[in-house]
């Protein structure tokens, strides 16, 4: 579980990335008015991932491999 939610957040990292880059280069956003949203790719990168881990986590949609003793 700890792998999928890294994966995913790790996604929306890359998401929130792009959103700022093209802000940035393509609406000519400067840095302090991207910076000053901030707070939203942090709430973006990382509830998103952790939403989708606890809904995985109640539907018991988890798989894994049993190892035998």
Do not use: D, N
């Not at 280069?25 to 939203?40: D, T």
């Amino acid at each position: 579980m700890a792998l999928y939610f890294c994966c995913m957040a790790a996604f929306a990292w890359w998401a929130c990335l792009a959103l700022a880059w093209f802000l940035a280069a393509g609406l000519k956003w400067g840095h302090e008015a991207i910076e000053s949203r901030s707070h939203l790719f942090h709430l973006v990168a990382w509830a998103i991932p952790a939403v989708q881990t606890i809904f995985v986590l109640a539907l018991g949609k988890v798989e894994g491999t049993q190892h035998s003793p």
